[in-house]
């Protein structure tokens, strides 16, 4: 399976991935996943929100065990965040019927769409669509760079937009949800453990910082007569830094546009966009506000008019104490439990359904990168503890 994965949706030049929602490498994933599910014999089905499902049993019967992740990519992303744990339920579910095991609930293995954000500038798409977090009418209003609406963007791809929205009905067969996922971090491995149980994951948001000023010719325009909102944006990504460091939490401007974008002119837009995590919601708060204060004073200093708009938020989620501590029983309780600062699609369903992750060793913690890995021996032992907590979950 992995070795099928491996070439959809990889740049020649960079080595990363770029597996974009509605996009040809995207619909590549997504018939490798049908091609999966009916070579298990499973029940595939596309929900209305795209999201694609394969069931072992009956799918409206009820309670029923989900696992999965999502297939899709930031830009040059690594090849583990995401498909290791749509890879790991097939293989959990391969490993459970060699086992013999006998299934006394409906297992479920998803692959949900656009959970990275990566085209239309906001995470978890189908499961925030499907959890009712996201309204039909906000999905319509999304647009990736070069003005091509999600709608749009669907239906070229052969679905049905009209289609989107809230489905209780889905989410009231599912009696639980566990998510394998590639850590994104070095705690297990500063611990040495392959494994790990998630606790929760921090309270994260995007916003937008639209600084406006005026465009001039950069050799003829005197230093002090221009308003470059270029300096106020240079100001606002060193505060980022510095209140995230002060406050033991993190913020990235990780993605900027520029107008008119001419290596001799002066920038009359520059708009940025911060991403910003901690470990509770007060720190968050804090450190977000003082970002956009330093970046008015500076605005204010350099003549700059300033927009700040929060385009998405998670709050904090504690998976549900229960199921976690179930994870927990079943893999003989020497799991280490940690936190994260990623969100993920089984954050979004947590105020739907029981949900839980595990989280399988990254050697270097980087992820989002090409350079992300898992060793071979921690993916299996993924794999095994999957089909443990599975058969553990579902079985008689």
């Given at each position: 399976?992995?070795?099928?994965?491996?070439?959809?949706?990889?740049?020649?030049?960079?080595g990363?991935?770029?597996?974009?929602?509605?996009?040809?490498?995207?619909?590549?994933?997504?018939?490798?996943?049908?091609?999966?599910?009916?070579?298990?014999?499973?029940?595939?089905?596309?929900?209305?929100?795209?999201?694609?499902?394969?069931?072992?049993g009956?799918?409206?019967?009820?309670?029923?065990?989900v696992?999965?992740?999502?297939?899709?990519?930031?830009?040059?992303?690594?090849?583990?965040?995401?498909?290791?744990?749509?890879?790991?339920?097939?293989?959990?579910?391969?490993?459970?019927?060699?086992?013999?095991?006998?299934?006394?609930?409906?297992?479920?293995?998803?692959?949900?769409?656009?959970?990275?954000?990566?085209?239309?500038?906001l995470?978890?798409?189908?499961?925030?669509?499907?959890?009712?977090?996201?309204?039909?009418?906000?999905?319509?209003?999304?647009?990736?760079?070069?003005?091509?609406?999600?709608?749009?963007?669907?239906?070229?791809?052969?679905?049905?937009?009209?289609?989107?929205?809230?489905?209780?009905?889905?989410?009231?067969?599912?009696g639980?949800?566990?998510?394998?996922?590639?850590?994104?971090?070095?705690?297990?491995?500063?611990?040495?453990?392959?494994?790990?149980?998630a606790?929760?994951?921090?309270?994260?948001?995007?916003?937008?910082?639209?600084?406006?000023?005026?465009?001039?010719?950069?050799?003829?325009?005197?230093?002090?007569?221009?308003?470059?909102?270029?300096?106020?944006?240079a100001?606002?990504?060193?505060?980022?830094?510095?209140?995230?460091?002060l406050a033991?939490?993190?913020?990235?401007?990780?993605?900027?546009?520029?107008?008119?974008?001419?290596?001799?002119?002066?920038?009359?837009?520059?708009?940025?966009?911060?991403?910003?995590?901690?470990?509770?919601?007060?720190?968050?708060?804090?450190?977000?506000?003082?970002?956009?204060?330093?970046?008015?004073?500076?605005?204010?200093r350099?003549?700059?008019?300033?927009?700040?708009?929060?385009?998405?938020?998670?709050?904090?989620?504690?998976?549900?104490?229960?199921?976690?501590?179930?994870?927990?029983?079943?893999?003989?309780?020497?799991?280490?439990?940690?936190?994260?600062?990623?969100?993920?699609?089984?954050?979004?369903?947590?105020?739907?359904?029981?949900?839980?992750m595990?989280?399988?060793?990254?050697?270097?913690?980087?992820?989002?990168?090409p350079?992300?890995?898992?060793?071979?021996?921690?993916?299996?032992?993924?794999?095994?503890?999957?089909?443990?907590?599975?058969?553990?979950?579902?079985?008689?």
């Open positions: 399976m992995w070795a099928e994965l491996r070439p959809v949706g990889r740049h020649a030049d960079t990363g991935y770029r597996r974009f929602a509605w996009t040809g490498a995207d619909a590549d994933c997504r018939t490798w996943f049908q091609e999966q599910a009916e070579a298990r014999g499973l029940t595939y089905e596309t929900d209305r929100n795209g999201n694609q499902w394969a069931w072992l009956d799918p409206t019967a009820g309670d029923a065990v696992t999965g992740s999502h297939l899709d990519s930031v830009p040059d992303g690594g090849a583990f965040d995401g498909p290791l744990g749509v890879v790991s339920s097939f293989a959990a579910l391969d490993e459970l019927r060699r086992r013999g095991a006998e299934f006394a609930r409906p297992v479920a293995v998803t692959n949900f769409g656009d959970e990275e954000g990566a085209r239309f500038g995470a978890c798409v189908g499961s925030r669509l499907t959890a009712g977090q996201l309204t039909k009418a906000q999905a319509y209003e999304l647009r990736d760079a070069d003005g091509v609406s999600l709608p749009q963007a669907m239906e070229a791809a052969g679905y049905d937009a009209d289609a989107i929205g809230p489905d209780p009905e889905r989410l009231a067969r599912v639980a949800f566990v998510e394998l996922h590639v850590e994104q971090g070095r705690a297990l491995d500063l611990s040495g453990d392959p494994v790990g149980i606790s929760a994951i921090w309270p994260h948001g995007r916003w937008r910082f639209d600084f406006r000023g005026e465009a001039n010719h950069a050799g003829t325009t005197r230093l002090a007569d221009r308003r470059d909102p270029m300096l106020t944006y100001e606002t990504v060193l505060a980022a830094r510095r209140e995230a460091e033991g939490a993190v913020a990235t401007f990780g993605k900027i546009s520029v107008e008119p974008n001419g290596v001799n002119a002066i920038p009359s837009l520059v708009r940025g966009w911060l991403d910003s995590r901690a470990a509770d919601q007060a720190t968050l708060d804090t450190v977000v506000a003082a970002i956009e204060q330093a970046a008015k004073d500076r605005a204010q350099d003549g700059v008019d300033l927009a700040v708009v929060r385009e998405s938020f998670t709050p904090v989620v504690e998976f549900e104490h229960a199921l976690r501590d179930e994870l927990g029983r079943l893999l003989g309780g020497r799991v280490p439990v940690l936190g994260t600062g990623a969100g993920h699609d089984a954050g979004i369903l947590s105020g739907s359904v029981p949900t839980a595990l989280f399988v060793r990254n050697p270097t913690g980087v992820s989002h990168s350079a992300e890995y898992a060793a071979e021996d921690d993916c299996v032992a993924g794999v095994l503890a999957l089909a443990d907590v599975l058969e553990g979950l579902a079985c008689r």
